[in-house]
């Protein structure tokens, strides 16, 4: 089935490493982004992607870092200097708009980041 | 400025009453389009419905609705006959202009169904 696969699920990080989620989708879509999401709060975006070998940075880029050199892959590195990096973080994918009206966003099930 | 405002922390419902959660939008592009999500307790995002600024009428999609009041600035999400699964965080949304699909979301509504 097509879809959006994040790994891994949930992942532990002592201060000061850099860790990275990857976001692999199958779908065929153009546009990839990452969000972020704390407890109780709605999402605000990181990075996002609308070719490959081309990012543009969201509303809270500082302390993360992103690539895209597949269509399908686009992994997210949260670095050492990302200071309150316990978060829930979500990969989406979206078809070029001029395909299909809506435009919604399909995301991934989420990886959750705790730093101990 | 916030740009998706959803005043209601959270809203406790009896199953099979309809509900309404309430979502106001600030933008100053003609072009836009407005998104509810569902957010179940695992985690995932699932896209409800969708209405764009030049859509005439409201969107339907099932037993959701969404109540769209252009002046006003809102786009409410309206459950009918509600039901024990819709449980969950709901999220309006919105992306601007005809460029990236950069979705902006509110803070989220805790919906809680009572048998």
């Known amino acids: 089935d097509g879809g959006i696969t994040q790994s891994p699920k949930y992942l532990f990080r002592k201060e000061g490493q850099n860790v990275t989620l990857s976001c692999e989708q199958n779908l065929n879509h153009d546009a990839m982004y990452w969000y972020r999401q704390d407890p109780g709060q709605g999402l605000r975006l990181i990075y996002y992607?609308?070719?490959?070998?081309?990012?543009q940075k969201g509303d809270i880029a500082e302390g993360y870092s992103v690539s895209r050199e597949k269509k399908e892959s686009f992994p997210l590195t949260v670095t050492s200097a990302q200071k309150n990096p316990t978060a829930f973080y979500l990969c989406?994918?979206?078809?070029?708009?001029?395909?299909?009206?809506?435009?919604?966003?399909?995301f991934g099930e989420g990886s959750r980041l705790t730093v101990l | 400025a916030q740009k998706i405002t959803q005043t209601q922390p959270g809203m406790f419902v009896q199953e099979k009453e309809a509900v309404t959660l309430d979502c106001t939008y600030d933008?100053?592009?003609?072009?836009?389009?407005l998104f509810w999500y569902k957010q179940p307790s695992s985690g995932e995002m699932i896209f409800l419905i969708y209405q764009g600024s030049y859509d005439q009428q409201n969107a339907t999609e099932g037993r959701y609705s969404l109540n769209f009041q252009k002046a006003r600035k809102s786009a409410n999400l309206v459950i009918s006959a509600s039901q024990l699964g819709d449980s969950a965080m709901y999220f309006c949304a919105m992306r601007e202009g005809s460029g990236a699909q950069k979705l902006v979301f509110g803070q989220g509504t805790r919906l809680t169904i009572n048998p």
């Open positions: 933008t100053s592009d003609p072009s836009y389009g």
């Open positions: 989406a994918s979206s078809m070029f708009r001029g395909l299909k009206r809506t435009g919604e966003l399909f």
């Open positions: 992607s609308q070719i490959v070998n081309d990012f």
